[in-house]
Nanobody
Framework: QVQLAESGGGLVQAGGSLRLSCAAS????????MGWFRQAPGKERELVAR????????YYADSVKGRFTISRDNAKNTVYLSMNSLKPEDTAVYYC???????????WGQGTHVTVSS
């Protein structure tokens, strides 16, 4: 099993920045890939960014490309999402997730709220 715990959410004005953290514990050696998802009120959950656990292969949704950066610190078993130039439409609950290889992410954090005011 893998446990994930997000932190770093909050309220920020449009144009501001936040950095989310996701600390992994448990059988972290089994993780292949980690992702950040978000779900805004009334909308479906969407993949924001993902990164492989042992390599720097990354993916970004078009809506965040150039503004968000996903990174990892394997020594700390932590993945980060640095968010810059935030927009009100970035308001959502952000979830960290991990997979051992399946396209379906198997492990999820509890989520952290990000609110961007205009």
């Amino acid at each position: 099993q893998v446990q994930l715990a997000e932190s770093g959410g909050g309220l920020v004005q449009a144009g501001g920045s936040l950095r989310l953290s996701c600390a992994a514990s448990g059988r972290t050696f089994s993780i292949l890939r980690m992702g950040w998802f978000r779900q805004a009120p009334g909308k479906e959950r969407e993949l924001v960014a993902r990164i492989t656990w042992n390599y720097d292969y990354t993916y970004y949704a078009d809506s965040v490309k150039g503004r968000f950066t996903i990174s990892r610190d394997n020594a700390k078993n932590t993945v980060y999402l640095s968010m810059n130039s935030l927009k009100p439409e970035d308001t959502a609950v952000y979830y960290c997730a991990a997979t051992r290889g399946s396209t379906n992410y198997e492990y999820w954090g509890q989520g952290t709220h990000v609110t961007v005011s205009s």
